[in-house]
């Protein structure tokens, strides 16, 4: 068994470092510090390793965050060759001069994906040596202070930003962006709040925003094609009827637009001032449309999405996923979706429609039938809810439904109920002709 044991060890020995560093780097760190017992020569196999992860799992591990620190500050110190992805994060991680150290390390390592994840109530100043880091292509960070120094010259080769919950100078942010001249995806949730974020990017593909801004612009995004905006409430203030739309500016100029996801507040930002006769342009390629927190009892939001509905001739799929808002004005909304259903054919293309959290109100039925008659090419309405949330029967919901006119043939709606107990999907009833 030992003979066997050894050819073993020797065999993986003769693999080629490249295997050899594929295997080792596949493994977690701690299992691959161990391979170092195997035999003399994998005594420091493991200290080339190119990936570094010391996130919550890793911390977990350790009753004192000091033996934790202990053990990144050895495998540093043994450390040998290029790190091109490095992680750092966990509970028990706070802002403290020991990653100013490590960070300082990594500055000569040549790293490409950098994630730091903190849990602290006071946010880490992130160190002029992260800034250095010029074959840098990914940058996750959360919990921290973000203020490049004023000698930064960019990161050419930024591909992906990811900042949650990180504190920076709007002015200085925006130039940071232009120094990143390659970047194609950018995420920002609940950073610096902004009076105008105004999005520069050439390059940029994905852009995902929650937070608060007054306005947004994406005033060069040439080859933009999802983008994702979850404006705050606080934020979405009335503005003058004489100011011009904010459609027109959101919209200013991003030509390659396929998926978009909005909430209720910026849909609601999105027509204050109106909405223009002519609808943008970026709204001519979009394929899939996405609203949450829907309130089908607010006729100005209703409205706000049937106007992008009808925009967007290319579009696909819709989903919608409902709120339940307080008051009982139904009316107005009910007017309006009535008054749209004579339109005939507005959606073109439309093949799949999703509708989550649908209680089966008036208002929420309108608007299927609104659907149902406004596209000629639909082929499925997915509709679904917890079981005791639905205001009426599915049978009801199913005879109303049949009587809707509908542009499209060959469409079918799927009611799927789920049990608030388990939230066992139920077998989906079919509305047929």
């Known amino acids: 068994m030992r003979s066997a044991s050894r050819s073993g060890v020797v065999t993986i020995s003769n693999l080629p470092c490249n295997v050899v560093d594929g295997i080792l780097g596949c493994l977690p760190l701690k299992d691959a510090v161990k391979t170092s017992i195997l035999s003399k020569d994998w005594r420091y196999k493991w200290v080339t390793r190119q990936e570094l992860d010391f ?6 591990s350790f009753k004192e965050k000091q033996e934790a620190k202990a053990i990144i500050y050895q495998v540093l110190l043994l450390h040998r060759g290029p790190i091109l992805k490095f992680k750092l994060g966990g509970r028990n991680l706070k802002s403290c001069p020991d990653i100013d150290h490590w960070i300082l390390f990594l500055s000569k390592k040549n790293i490409q994906e950098f994630t730091l994840y903190m849990w602290s109530d006071n946010k880490y100043y992130l160190p002029s040596h992260l800034f250095t880091f010029q074959e840098l292509r990914y940058l996750e960070v959360s919990e921290c202070l973000f203020h490049p120094p004023p000698g930064f010259e960019g990161f050419e080769k930024l591909i992906s930003l990811d900042l949650q919950h990180v504190t920076f100078v709007p002015a200085t942010f925006k130039d940071f962006i232009l120094k990143c001249p390659s970047l194609e995806r950018l995420m920002l949730r609940w950073c610096t709040d902004f009076d105008t974020l105004e999005i520069d990017a050439p390059t ?4 995902d925003f929650t937070g608060e801004s007054k306005s947004i612009c994406f ?38 637009l396929k998926e978009l996801d909005l909430c209720n507040s910026t849909l609601e930002y999105l027509i204050m001032g109106g909405v223009p006769e002519s609808p943008p342009t970026a709204l001519n390629n979009i394929k899939s449309l996405r609203m949450s927190d829907m309130s089908f009892r607010n006729v100005e ?8 509905i009808t925009s967007c001739p290319k579009l696909q799929e819709l989903t919608i996923d409902i709120t339940v808002s307080a008051g009982n004005v139904v009316e ?15 959606a073109k293309l439309l093949q799949r429609v999703e509708m989550s959290y649908f209680t089966g109100a008036e ?3 309108e608007f299927v039938r609104f659907i149902l008659a406004s596209a000629p090419v639909l082929e499925e309405i997915l509709i679904w809810n917890v079981a005791h949330h639905f205001h009426r029967s599915t049978q009801m919901m199913d005879d109303e439904m049949k ?3 509908r542009a499209s043939p060959n469409v079918r709606i799927i009611l799927e109920v789920f049990t608030e107990e388990d939230c066992v999907l139920l077998e989906p009833e079919e509305v047929m002709d």
């Open 219 to 256: 005033k060069n995004a040439p080859m933009l094609e999802n983008v994702s905006v979850y404006l705050s409430v606080s934020r979405v203030l009335p503005y003058p009827s004489h100011v011009c739309s904010n459609l027109t500016k959101f919209f200013h100029y991003m030509p390659s």
């Open 301 to 308: 939001q209703v409205s706000g999405a049937v106007y992008l």
């Open 363 to 365: 208002t929420e039925m």
């Open 332 to 346: 107005p909304v009910v007017q309006f979706l009535r008054a749209q259903s004579i339109s005939c054919g507005v």
């Open 55 to 60: 996130s919550d799992e890793f911390f977990k």
């Open 403 to 405: 009587l809707f006119g």
């Open 204 to 207: 940029l593909k994905f852009f």
